[in-house]
């Protein structure tokens, strides 16, 4: 199986210019034990399971664990070991060995937060999981996820980020999670997907046999999802190409802060690019230039930040394009050539690609407000 990003809906050729290299982390990039967290999707998952089982969290947990769990903002990332105290103590009341696997189905797509939200309305299973790689420290930095496909399947694949550290009921509930979110993402209930543990088999596998519908093994050297290779194209029910769009661009903002690179190279390029409208000179190559820096290098420096040179330019534009619109004396074209089009009509159909509205329309609508 050739190692790859999962396909973006591209013909073949462009696929290949621009598929982004897997990269596994450095040690030095690993993180260590004390930094491995968790969303708080995933623990707010096991409340609404314990909640299906008639069970009160409320007489399970402290109040100030459940308080920081039920109440924290859709980003939040929680402790691994906070994670696992919640965990374990159901799984101690419930005396069910399978409750990752069980409350992995109560694990709801929005509560992922930006993430969860672009991947809704993604245009495709394909797209779900290239965001999934992009994007995976979102939602949990004690695993790293590979993608891989050939013409007959697709895999989803587990790594630990840190070196000797694994958490098996995280590990359950991301594959299970995974399972009935392309599910619900695409309307199709019935879809079936194979799935490889590294752990031992549980006295019963029923509940993992329903998470899958495929088949499941165990003892294995990985873990790990697969899935045919067409489930690829399926279609998101939810899809809408310009929320998705904002939604990327602010998952990116995230991982550029938990990366530590809010004040870094992203914010260097968006000055350079700033500087640059109007000049004509708007390619990568000119800001590679201007940053003493090949293009390849610049190329990979943003595709690990979930970007393309195109995206970055376009928000920046798209920034520029509201404050210039709100300035009344300036007309379009003189907008246009501002922002380094060619023409008017390119910057108008530029700004529709973004916003949905047309340049006149979009200023109207400021006027109103």
Request: proline fraction near 7%.
């Amino acid at each position: 199986m050739t190692h790859l990003l999962l396909p973006a809906n591209r013909r073949p050729a462009e696929r290949a210019a621009r598929q982004p290299a897997w990269r596994l982390p450095t040690p030095a990039e690993r993180p260590s034990a004390s930094r491995l967290n968790v969303h708080i999707g995933y623990s707010r998952a096991v409340l609404a399971y314990l909640r299906q089982q008639g069970v009160n969290p409320a007489g399970l947990y402290p109040a100030e664990l459940l308080q920081r769990v039920e109440q924290a903002d859709t980003g939040t990332t929680f402790p691994l070991h906070d994670f696992h105290a919640v965990i374990d103590a159901a799984q101690a009341h419930l005396r069910d060995p399978d409750l990752p696997m069980k409350a992995a189905e109560c694990a709801q797509t929005w509560d992922a937060g930006v993430l969860g939200f672009a991947l809704m309305t993604s245009p495709s299973i394909s797209e779900v999981g290239n965001l999934l790689v992009r994007f995976q420290r979102l939602l949990t930095t004690v695993y790293e996820v590979r993608a891989s496909q050939d013409e007959h399947q697709f895999e989803l694949r587990l790594l630990p980020a840190a070196a000797g550290v694994q958490s098996p009921a995280l590990a359950c509930m991301l594959m299970g999670a995974w399972a009935w979110r392309v599910r619900w993402l695409t309307g199709q209930a019935a879809l079936r997907f194979d799935a490889s543990f590294e752990g031992p088999p549980p006295p019963d596998a029923a509940a993992y046999e329903r998470c899958f519908g495929g088949r499941v093994r165990f003892d294995q050297p990985f873990t790990a999802m697969q899935g045919p290779a067409h489930y690829l194209a399926l279609r998101v029910c939810l899809h809408d190409p310009r929320a998705n769009g904002v939604l990327c661009a602010q998952a990116a903002v995230e991982m550029e802060r938990l990366e530590g690179d809010a004040a870094g190279l992203l914010v260097v390029l968006r000055r350079r690019l700033r500087e640059r409208l109007g000049s004509g000179s708007l390619t990568l190559d000119a800001l590679a230039s201007d940053l003493d820096m090949a293009p390849r290098t610049l190329q990979v420096r943003l595709e690990e930040r979930g970007l393309t040179f195109r995206a970055l330019l376009d928000g920046v534009r798209d920034r520029k394009a509201k404050q210039y619109l709100a300035e009344p004396h300036l007309n379009l074209t003189e907008i246009a050539l501002a922002l380094g089009f060619a023409n008017q009509s390119a910057f108008q159909h530029a700004f529709k690609r973004w916003t949905g509205l047309s340049p006149g329309q979009w200023r109207k609508q400021q006027v109103r407000c």
